[in-house]
Nanobody
């Protein structure tokens, strides 16, 4: 069955780092656009970073210079390296993929069709 599985979440102190991983099982999502989203309690889900099939990337302003999205097509995997974490980065992080029809890189939730279950990131001050 096609699904996305995230891992790598955890609890860190402000200034620390985490690396999130997302494995695409049963389908080659990594050949299309993929992205990371996050949702904090009481807030809407927001796009964090996206990557295209050509390796192009885009980031939310709030994470630029601190987060890096990457993928490994040979492993069908997506990653998010998060450095200099802040308490406001704490959220459930979701991996997302689209089904090949997206024409430009996007951080819009509506542009993605497939979602993982999420991995929790906690940042203490």
């Amino acid at each position: 069955q096609e699904r996305l599985e995230e891992s790598g979440g955890g609890s860190v102190q402000a200034g620390g780092s985490l690396r999130l991983s997302c494995t695409a099982l049963g389908y080659t999502y990594v050949t299309y656009y993929m992205a990371w989203f996050r949702q904090a309690p009481g807030k809407e889900r927001e796009g964090v970073a996206a990557i295209g099939s050509d390796g192009s990337t885009t980031y939310a302003d709030s994470v630029k210079g601190r987060f890096t999205i990457s993928k490994d097509n040979t492993k069908n995997a997506l990653y998010l390296q998060m450095n200099s974490l802040k308490p406001e980065d704490a959220a459930m992080y979701y991996c997302a993929a689209e089904d090949g029809f997206l024409k430009t890189i996007s951080l819009r939730e509506a542009d993605y069709n497939y979602w993982g279950q999420g991995t929790q990131v906690t940042v203490s001050s």
